[in-house]
Nanobody
């Protein structure tokens, strides 16, 4: 089982990036998936998650209104569209998947699979 995150990079404040997380090794079409981020010296924090059916989405307050999350038609990938980026969004972003439930969670310990992370740097 592998989650491959991509799409990170360097962007100026106010810019946009789209992160992608592609799953392989098993199907996640009915599993909740999420994005978390970890800034230097800080704990990993919840960003957004989407339910297995793609119809339930949750966001951290810090990104609400700026980030959107979606799943592709085959539900093998989850996308995080990040708009109006701020320097405080700088972090390594990780995608994660839950194994046996379609219900999205804000808690890192409830996710069973993790991607390797992709670095997002927002310059001021």
């Amino acid at each position: 089982v592998q989650l491959q995150a991509s799409g990170g990079g360097l962007v100026q404040a106010g810019g946009s990036l789209r992160l992608s997380c592609v799953a392989s090794g098993r199907t996640f079409s009915s599993s909740a998936m999420g994005w978390f981020r970890q800034a230097p010296g800080r704990e990993r924090a919840f960003v957004s998650a989407i339910g297995g059916a793609g119809d339930y989405r949750v966001f951290a307050d810090s990104v609400k209104g700026r980030f959107t999350i979606s799943r592709d038609n085959a539900r093998t990938a989850v996308l995080l569209q990040m708009n109006s980026l701020k320097p405080e969004d700088t972090a390594v972003y990780y995608c994660a998947a839950r194994k046996l439930t379609a219900f999205p969670s804000r808690n890192t310990y409830e996710y069973d699979y993790w991607g390797q992370g992709t670095l997002v740097t927002v310059s001021s």
